[in-house]
């Protein structure tokens, strides 16, 4: 595996088989490494399982609960209302009140369905319920803790009339654009710093959406906090696949297409992985789910995913700044652009490599974040936005840095305003029929060069 | 132990099934594709929905009779191959993959959208599109036939049978063009595309070439799988079983013909085997040297996902330590290798 934009897919003639400047190892040393591959193959690949498995370990004490957070717009956390939970047969469970932070929770004997009621006499005026009526049917798992959602409206929602549907749309892709860009600027990096096309990519957005999930829902902790872990523990798997897979076939001159399948085989084995722990169920997280709509002219948006847009804005003007002012920035670029020019030039291609790994993987968290904030939580939520993610990659320019920005966005936009003419589940089709559009006319992308496209 | 040896007939049984059938046909398509011609083709699986779907819709929805299904099938495979090819063979290899495994997830998508409910019969499927394939079997379909300890329904026999002669057709196929001047420039499309470019073959055409007919052979799969389970569903398709034939393909060896064959039997031996027995473990009282039970790490569902986990970590692990699988030549499959 080795930088992609001078080489074609086959073996360039000229280069000598010792190791490039970037990865020069002590001579003789490189038995050693390639026996300690095979154990940090195995550590990588658990590495998964294993955050995942403890984390749920922490709720088990617990016991079976339905819990929510009720909270308006205009209200904020609603404190004081009594919800009660009774049995599918009617037999009281128990009852329950919301604190200064809007939340419940009531502890409920067993797995099972429950019928959980809020009291709607101890809302505050204005505040209703929504169309669905004041209880909600939920089936409790085993040392499950079930979220229940109110949909509750403060009365503000009735004035929408002059929202324009094209507007909305522009709006809603602009947040999933952002939220694919953010997602994929480190698969672009990554791309133009090794040449590997890493299809494992997705399933960092998913541990990233996961592990704040598991923090916040079974351990309680604020989704901000927990978004903060999630992040971190993302740029620690980027640098653990980087150290423990990618930098150790690097070493041993695996070629570029045995490494997008390994990369394939990861994906899988990850994904299944996270499916066995997590379950096949889509969820929401514990906070900020009740929010309604706040009205804004031409369109509307919940607060949540007002400030996604404006996380992702604040997340992607200050990796563009760190790419362009700082001298770790420069050294990614250069690296990106040309390999052996920047390791000449007295670039530790190795380091630059590795703040790579690790800037992808907490941008990637933080896209998964986001994303189970807006779409709920699944197992496969990540290999679902990669396809997206290629696509803005290569519409934008693969292995450019500001490519992923621009090809995302456009991408997101693409595929929520394409739902003007198709149907709503139909519109990753377009973003995907986009893709292939591209290849045939600009097969570079936006901004990318045509030495790149073999 | 009674356990074991039973999920070691199950294992033995799956070898043959309708369903190893289905991983060798996509693997024989895969092998030409990546293991003669170095084409990355992630999307294998949608030509083998087209396949399966050609048959579905034309019986079941249009009332055509089952040869001309077959024939729908493997047209619409070959103006797959041809869309995915036209925009992507001028590239570089990772563009061909990225676009598969996009287009294959697409047309799922696009299948089971309320929108096509109509032609394709979105998530409830389509069923009933087989009848007329079991009223040539020569034996009783309703039968059932006992094969060295191993039992059969009649119709699952007719579909093996079938099924079987069409791999065996196919490597048939695959050796004698393998042999001819037309393999050997498929061959050095992969070693050196620069070099038989400058040999003055036309490398865009015979990459075109490959990819029609490796997807023809994977809407052969489609088809026959599509028989073997008598309904059709999108997510029957899902994107993970092109890695599974992958799978199978590196493990058997790609670029040898009996390479994927093999690999899909040892594959469903796998699967099978490890299936029954992870069932066995998790529904006994079995502990781990007493530190915890099976049964309550895994739940009878997980079982079912065991095999991709089993699978992605045997691809990496081929594909980092034996690129060359069991049968393989080492210096054939060293893609862009240093």
Redesign the interface.
């Known amino acids: 595996m080795t930088h992609a934009p001078d080489r074609v897919r086959r073996e360039d003639p000229r280069r000598t088989p010792s190791p490039s400047t970037g990865q020069a190892g002590i001579p003789g040393h490189r038995s050693s490494a390639g026996r300690r591959t095979l154990l940090r193959l195995l550590l990588v690949t658990f590495f998964g399982l294993a955050i995942a498995a403890l984390t749920p370990g922490v709720a088990s004490a617990v016991g079976e609960q339905v819990r929510g957070t009720l909270t308006t717009g205009a209200t904020g956390p609603i404190a004081g209302v009594t919800i009660t939970v009774e049995t599918s047969d009617g037999q009281a469970v128990g009852e329950g009140e919301t604190d200064d932070r809007g939340r419940f929770s009531v502890p409920v004997p067993g797995p099972g369905e429950y019928v959980v009621t809020l009291d709607t006499d101890s809302l505050p005026e204005n505040v209703t319920v929504g169309s669905a009526g004041d209880t909600r049917t939920v089936t409790v798992e085993p040392n499950g803790r079930e979220p229940v959602n109110f949909g509750l409206s403060d009365g503000q929602r009735g004035s929408g009339s002059d929202r324009i549907l094209a507007v909305q749309l522009f709006v809603d892709g602009l947040r999933f654009g952002l939220l694919i860009a953010i997602s994929a600027v480190g698969l672009s990096l990554i791309f133009g710093t090794t040449g590997l096309t890493n299809f494992a990519h997705g399933e960092l957005v998913t541990i990233g959406a996961i592990v704040a999930f598991y923090l916040n829902v079974d351990a309680d902790i604020p989704l901000l906090a927990a978004a903060v872990i999630a992040v971190v523990i993302g740029g620690l798997v980027g640098a653990l696949n980087e150290l423990g897979l990618w930098r150790p076939l690097r070493r041993r001159g695996t070629g570029l297409v045995a490494a997008l399948v390994v990369s394939i085989g990861l994906s899988l084995a990850v994904r299944y992985v996270i499916q066995t722990v997590y379950g096949g169920r889509s969820n929401p997280y514990l906070d900020y789910q009740s929010q309604r709509a706040r009205d804004y002219g031409a369109f509307a948006l919940t607060d949540r995913d007002l400030y996604s847009i404006i996380i992702s804005l604040v997340v992607l003007v200050a990796v563009a700044l760190m790419l362009q002012r700082s001298r770790i920035g420069k050294a990614m670029r250069a690296v990106a652009d040309n390999r052996d020019l920047a390791a000449s030039s007295g670039i530790d291609v190795n380091r630059v490599i590795l703040v790579v790994w690790v800037m992808g993987g907490a941008l990637a968290a933080l896209g998964g974040v986001l994303l189970g904030l807006s779409d709920q939580i699944q197992w496969d939520m990540g290999f679902r936005l990669l396809l997206l993610m290629f696509a803005g990659v290569t519409l934008g320019g693969l292995g450019t840095a500001y490519g992923a920005l621009v090809g995302g966005i456009i991408v997101g936009v693409f595929v929520q305003m394409s739902t003007l003419v198709i149907r709503d589940d139909m519109k990753y089709v377009g973003g995907l029929l986009l893709l292939i559009l591209i290849l045939v006319v600009r097969p570079q992308g936006i901004l990318g060069s045509k030495a790149r496209i073999g | 132990m009674g356990e074991l040896l039973d999920a070691f007939q199950l294992g033995v049984r799956a070898m043959f099934a309708y369903q190893a059938v289905f991983f060798a046909l996509l693997a024989i398509g895969l092998n030409l594709h990546f293991g003669y011609t170095?084409l990355?083709n992630?999307g294998q699986i949608a030509f083998a929905m087209v396949g399966g779907y050609g048959i579905a819709i034309s019986v079941a929805q249009w009332d055509l009779p089952f040869w001309v299904g077959v024939v729908v099938g493997l047209g619409a495979a070959v103006i797959l191959a041809l869309?995915l090819g036209?925009?992507?063979l001028?590239?570089?290899?990772?563009?061909l993959?990225?676009?598969t495994?996009?287009?294959a997830?697409?047309l799922r998508?696009?299948f089971?959208?309320?929108?096509s409910t109509e032609v394709t019969g979105s998530t409830e499927g389509l069923f009933d599109f087989n009848s007329s394939f079991f009223t040539w079997c020569p034996w009783s379909v309703s039968g059932r036939f006992d094969i060295l300890g191993t039992r059969w329904r009649g119709s699952e026999l007719w579909v093996i049978t079938i099924g079987w002669s069409i791999v065996l057709l196919s490597c048939l196929l695959v050796w004698a063009l393998m042999r001819s001047p037309w393999g050997r420039v498929l061959r050095a499309v992969r070693?050196?595309?620069?070099a038989a470019r400058a040999l003055g073959k036309n490398v865009y055409a015979f990459k075109m070439q490959s990819l029609v007919l490796g997807g023809i052979f994977g809407a052969l799969g489609g088809m026959v799988y599509a028989v073997g389970t008598g309904s059709q569903n999108p997510d029957q398709y899902q994107?993970?079983n092109t890695?599974l034939a992958?799978g199978a393909l590196?493990l058997g060896g790609a670029a040898r013909v009996l390479g994927p064959v093999i690999g899909a039997m040892l594959l469903w031996f796998i699967i099978a085997f490890s299936d029954s027995a992870l069932a066995a473990l998790v529904s006994g009282d079995n502990s781990f040297f007493g530190l915890f039970e099976w049964g309550d790490l895994?739940s009878t569902t997980?079982i079912a996902?065991?095999r991709?986990?089993i699978?992605?970590?045997?691809?990496?692990?081929l594909?980092?330590f034996r690129?060359q699988g069991i049968l393989g030549d080492r210096r054939e499959v060293?893609?862009?290798?240093?």
């Open positions: 170095g990355l992630f869309l036209l925009p992507t001028r590239l570089r290899a990772d563009y993959a990225i676009v495994i996009a287009t997830e697409a998508l696009l089971r959208s309320v929108g070693e050196d595309e620069d994107n993970a890695f992958y590196i895994l997980d996902y065991i991709f986990i699978i992605g970590l045997g691809l990496m692990l594909m980092i690129p060293m893609l862009d290798a240093r």
